[in-house]
């Protein structure tokens, strides 16, 4: 994976003690601020440790979110915000905006910040984030993660990315070239889509993304024609399932030409070798020798005028295509009930990120190096 799909950086945040000195006014409310310092330094340690698992960033951030949410949902049965919301400052970086925080004095903030960095470690879950984020009372500035734009291009990608798994499956399984052109045909559209999503924004924080999403279009409309004119070919369509191979090696060279641009566009992230793979090498191989069959064949049988203009492609896949994960939150952790929740009083005690005279630094997440795997064409984890 760390060679074929490029990577965002993960959000970096500052230090929290949630150290409420006066407000906490009992055992039980001091031992929640405690977890809730302890839970969230646990969850951010799983996102830097090479031998988290799903299941226990699942556990580690389920445990974080569920006392956060003491500090979000309404405890005291009325429809007023819970009075603990405000209380704390929260710092996170974006990222697409280099080291550079900003800040909320917001529980939601927090919430739907460690949730996007939880997502994108996972790169499954990002697509019901954004249910909480209009709650925000801040909204998100421009290119920010929160942003609508940079949501939308991360669940797409995640769309595309995951339909990539079904793809590299049919071709290993044999199944219909219709169906795998069909997949392809979605999955390019999913590319381009999401990068017109970013077309908006500033050249400097999204160019080396979009040269991504670009190569990974023109990769799969490669595949899409590839296998759309091995089908034709199985009509006796033959001068059209040349010109369809043609538009693949078109778009197959233009995948190529985009694998270089994207090396060499400066920009945050991670930078993906797709060109090198023997999955992208295959595709190559495999549209020279289809086409070179269908010219002989064409040369020697069928004798069909190839169209000056490629096949439109109409193509819908009837299954395989690839849906988000549900995501939802973990229920409201027991500690968090109404007597505890009367015990915290906010008259009492300083702000506390008011009453520090220095500000806690940010650092840049130091994520782990994964070396991938020996390549055996392609390997998707």
Known sequence: MAHWFHRNPLKATA???FNFYGVAGSPAANKICNDLRTTRARLLEMFTDSTCTPEIMKNASDVYFSLLQGFISSLDGTTQENKMRFIQNFK??????????SAQQDAVF???SMAFNVAVWYTK???RLEVHVPRLITPAEKGRDLEPRV?????????????E???????ELKHNASLIAALAFETANFYQKADHTLNTLEPECSSKWRKYLQLKQYFYMAYAFCYHGQTLLTSDKC???IRSLQEAEKCYSRAEALCKEYRQTKGPGTTAKPSEQLFFLKLGALIKTTLEKCQRENGFIYFHKVPAEPPQLELKASYGLAEPVPFELPPLSEQCTPEVYATFDLTKGAKNDKAKPKEEEVKPVKEPDLKPQKDTGCVLS
Request: aromatic fraction near 8%; glycine fraction near 4%.
């Open 15 to 17: 230090p929290v003690s």
């Open 92 to 101: 996170w970086t974006d990222t697409l905006q280099g080291n550079i925080p």
């Open 110 to 112: 927090e919430l739907v």
């Open 125 to 127: 879950f990002a697509s």
């Open 151 to 163: 949501m939308d291009a991360y669940i797409i990608q995640c769309q595309a990315e995951a339909q």
């Open 165 to 171: 798994v079904t793809i590299a499956r049919a071709i």
């Open 239 to 241: 001068g059209e399932s």
